[in-house]
Structures are given as structure tokens and as C-alpha cells.
């Protein structure tokens, strides 16, 4: 049986990658902040044959992640991490501060209690949540840009740390997927996708252990160019974007 762990699980992509990988043969280990949501998400993956477990948990809290992984660890090896959990928008700098420690903090939170155990084991995979933001900083919305390209440059960095180790690391960016996230948004957000199918296209793209799960192809494209400009060329042409909305 295999073991995947999945925070951020109780709306949007984590929900759908939850579904996405519920069957019989799957011990699913969710987390979420909202308890509600979170068991209506187990309910349907119980409901597709998977063993369930959850926990109510904030992906900041440093020492209660790493006892949640550490035991989730011990009663089954984890072959799948999926850093997902995430937060959106606001300004100012308690808001700013509070998206770096959930969107940057919460992934060092669930790669580092389980990374040294996968070493030994020399098997597993990590998957941290980054986001096609995370090509180009964004002045409608600094500290989600950043956050996300210090995930995205962090993942890239540890990926090459672990070659040969037989621990996998794939940086998943995905564009405009639905969430509670772009529930919020009230711009017009090009190439939008269905969590449901994103969370297909992750699948596939670690099992195929890609280093970079970019998508939709237009959208990878465009983080791609937006990567390569000029920085000053780039803020110019970013700057007319309009600002998320905080969660």
C-alpha cells in the first residue's frame, strides 16, 4: 500500500489530488485548516476504497508537523509528500509575513521531517506547490510571487542536492486553477482550469518524476518569457495586473 501525504488537502488542488489518488490500494494522509471541508474530502476518497487518515493542522506550527509526519512515518513509510498548502493575496506587512511563512515555511515544514527518512530509505518523493507566479515578481502581489520563486528555486536547488539519493523532488507551477483561492479573483484569468484536471496532470507528472510540472502549456510558456526578461522590462510590463484578493 502505498502512502501519500497531501497538506493543504481540504479545498482546490489538494482536494483534487486527494480524489485523484483515492483508491484501494492507497493510504491517503490529509491535512487542512478547515475540519469541515477536510472530512467531506475524506469521505469521498474513503468512498473510492482509500484508507483515510486526517489532521487538523497549521503548516506553520513547526514542532506539531513534525510530529504529526514523524508518526504518520512510523506507521507506514510516506512515498509521497505533497507540499501544497497555500495562501493568497493581502498587503502590508503582517499580511505579507503571514504568506511567507505558510507558502515558503509550510513546505520546509513537511519536506524536512520526512526527508532524512526517505534518504535512508532511499526511495520517495517530494512534490512542493509552487506556481507559474513564481517565474517573475509580480507587483500586484509581491509576497505571493516571492514566495512561490523561493519554492520554485528551493525545490530546483534540492533536487539537484538529492541526485542519485533515490529521493525524487518535482516543483509543481501551475496557472489559474480553481480554489478558494481564484474563487476570489474578479479578473478575467486567462487559460483557466478545473482543480480536477490539474490534479491529472500532476499525477502524471510525478510519476513520470519531472523536475518542473509547469501547466497549462500557454501559461508555462508565458512564466517561461517572463523569466527570461530584463527585470526592468519585466516590472513594466507586470505592473498593470491586477491584485489578488487576500484569502
Request: aromatic fraction near 6%.
Amino acid at each position: 500500500m502505498r502512502t501519500i501525504l497531501i497538506t493543504g488537502a481540504s479545498s482546490g488542488i489538494g482536494a483534487a489530488l486527494a480524489r485523484e489518488y483515492a483508491a484501494p490500494d492507497v493510504r491517503l494522509v490529509l491535512s487542512g485548516r478547515d475540519e469541515g471541508r477536510l472530512d467531506a474530502v475524506a469521505i469521498a476518497c474513503r468512498d473510492a476504497g482509500a484508507d483515510v487518515e486526517t489532521a487538523v493542522l497549521d503548516v506553520t506550527d513547526t514542532s506539531a508537523m513534525r510530529a504529526w509526519i514523524e508518526a504518520v512515518d512510523e506507521r507506514g513509510a510516506i512515498d509521497i509528500a505533497i507540499a501544497n498548502a497555500g495562501i493568497s493575496g493581502g498587503g502590508g506587512e503582517e499580511a505579507d509575513r503571514r504568506i511567507f511563512d505558510i507558502n515558503l515555511g509550510g513546505v520546509l515544514n513537511t519536506v524536512h521531517p520526512v526527508l532524512d527518512r526517505m534518504t535512508a530509505r532511499k526511495a520517495g518523493t517530494l512534490a512542493l506547490v509552487s506556481s507559474i507566479a513564481g517565474n517573475r515578481g509580480f507587483p500586484s502581489a509581491p509576497a505571493y510571487s516571492a514566495s512561490k520563486a523561493a519554492v520554485l528555486a528551493y525545490g530546483e536547488a534540492l533536487r539537484g542536492r538529492l541526485r542519485g539519493s533515490g529521493v525524487t523532488v518535482c516543483v509543481i507551477c501551475p496557472g489559474f486553477v480553481r480554489s478558494r483561492i481564484t474563487d476570489k479573483n474578479d479578473f478575467r484569468m486567462p487559460f483557466f482550469m478545473e482543480a480536477d484536471r490539474a490534479a491529472r496532470i500532476i499525477r502524471r507528472g510525478l510519476s513520470a518524476k519531472q523536475a518542473k510540472i509547469s501547466f497549462p502549456w500557454p501559461m508555462r510558456f508565458v512564466g517561461w518569457i517572463s523569466r527570461a526578461l530584463p527585470s526592468g522590462l519585466g516590472t513594466r510590463l507586470m505592473s498593470g495586473l491586477p491584485e489578488k484578493r487576500p484569502d
